[in-house]
Structures are given as structure tokens and as C-alpha cells.
């Protein structure tokens, strides 16, 4: 069964940084693309960034570009995302998807606030 | 940036067809996927690459694509359906992901 658990979300000032991490299992982590996706409360979907297989292609929603990275340690079957410099307006909850995305994990609640 | 449109609300009653559009410009070239998402969960795939239904999503859910436009369809919609419905692709270049902008489906 494949499985998705996030962590590391929290509250955090403006401009402060928080990494969350994703702990992956059931399914073969290197083979796949993975993405991060958020909502901000009472909002839709966002996709946030992808990343390939080895971590050598990783792409970005233009809101956080230069401020977040998305990064995976295959050998630990783990998927991050390193948040700096965050604003009031990542406050939302934060998923862990396998692409395209076809598995979610149960999210991860990002706070932005002073 | 590219953007998936949807409209914010479909309203049918119990046992009658609800379709659910989508309209993107890179849609001819790129497969839609569907999500459905009840009030505090996590989205759930309801249909992947256009048309193919994932195991354990029931056989009223259909999904298309002709053009700029790809359409969820609920046939014999039932109360449990309810829920906010996000259309999924990406761009021309394939690299970069974007979300609909959400239908809430009621079903009363």
C-alpha cells in the first residue's frame, strides 16, 4: 500500500524558514517523480514543485521561486521542501503527491504569522 | 501563467448526470487528471490521463477530452459525490504543474 506521511509544519513568522519532509513507503520512491501541492485555508489546489527521479530536475510555481526547494534523499525514501523567507500568504496546508500527482498524503498545516 | 478554468458550482439532483468542464489551452497536448476532495481530506484521484478510471473509483465516473476542453462526468450522481472537484495538467512544456480552479458539486 503506498503511503505518504508528512511532517515539520508548524507556526513561523514572516520571513522565517521551516523544512518539511514526507516519508514515503509501498511503492519503489526512486522510480518516481514527486511533487509538492498546498491549500491555503478555504482555497483550492496549488501545485508547488516538482522533482525527478535522481533530484538533477526540479521545477517551480513562480511565487516561490528562490525561496523554497524541493530536494529527496532516495535512500531514505524522503521527499523535502527547505521554506525560506516565508509571507503570510504560504499559510496552507501542505501535501506530499507521487506524480502526477496519483497518491496524497494527509498534509502537513504551514502558519505564517506574526 | 497558465491557468485551468472550471466553473465554481454544478447542481444536480439524485440519479441525474453532473458534468464537470475544464479549459486550458495546452489540453489537446496534455492529459487531464481529476480529483475529488471532501470537506477536510486529502484529494483523491477520480480519473487519470482523460478517460482511465482508477481502481475503486465507481463505474459513474467518466472522463473526456476534445479540444481545450476535458469534462468530468458523474452519471447517476448520488449524494455521497458531493464535494469540491479539481481538474489537474500542466503546461506546454510538460514541466510545470497546474491545478483547476475548483467545482463545488451538490448533489440534493
Known amino acids: 500500500e503506498v503511503q505518504l506521511v508528512e511532517s515539520g509544519g508548524g507556526l513561523v513568522q514572516p520571513g522565517g524558514s521551516l523544512r518539511l519532509s514526507c516519508a514515503a513507503s509501498?511503492?519503489?520512491?526512486?522510480?518516481?517523480?514527486m511533487a509538492w501541492v498546498r491549500q491555503a485555508p478555504g482555497k483550492g489546489l496549488e501545485w508547488v514543485a516538482n522533482?525527478?527521479?535522481?533530484?538533477?530536475?526540479?521545477f517551480y510555481m513562480d511565487s516561490v521561486k528562490g525561496r523554497f526547494t524541493i530536494s529527496r534523499d532516495n535512500a531514505k525514501d524522503s521527499l523535502y521542501l527547505q521554506m525560506n523567507s516565508l509571507r503570510a500568504e504560504d499559510t496552507a496546508v501542505y501535501y506530499c503527491?507521487?506524480?502526477?500527482?496519483?497518491?496524497w498524503g494527509h498534509g502537513t498545516l504551514v502558519t505564517v504569522s506574526s | 501563467s497558465y491557468e485551468l478554468t472550471q466553473p465554481p458550482s454544478v447542481s444536480v439532483s439524485p440519479g441525474q448526470t453532473a458534468r464537470i468542464t475544464c479549459s486550458g489551452d495546452?489540453?489537446?497536448?496534455?492529459?487531464a487528471y481529476w480529483y475529488q476532495q471532501e470537506s477536510g481530506q486529502a484529494p483523491v484521484m477520480v480519473m487519470y490521463?482523460?478517460?482511465k478510471r482508477p481502481s475503486g473509483i465507481p463505474a459513474r465516473f467518466s472522463g473526456s477530452s476534445s479540444g481545450t476542453m476535458a469534462t468530468l462526468t458523474i452519471s447517476g450522481a448520488q449524494v455521497e459525490d458531493e464535494a469540491d472537484y479539481y481538474c489537474?495538467?500542466?503546461?506546454?512544456?510538460?514541466?510545470?504543474?497546474?491545478f483547476g480552479t475548483g467545482t463545488k458539486v451538490t448533489v440534493l
Open positions: 503527491s507521487r506524480k502526477p500527482p496519483d497518491y
Open positions: 509501498g511503492f519503489d520512491f526512486s522510480n518516481y517523480w
Open positions: 522533482i525527478n527521479q535522481d533530484g538533477g530536475e526540479k
Open positions: 495546452a489540453l489537446p497536448k496534455k492529459y
Open positions: 490521463d482523460d478517460s
Open positions: 489537474y495538467s500542466t503546461d506546454s512544456s510538460g514541466n510545470l504543474g497546474v
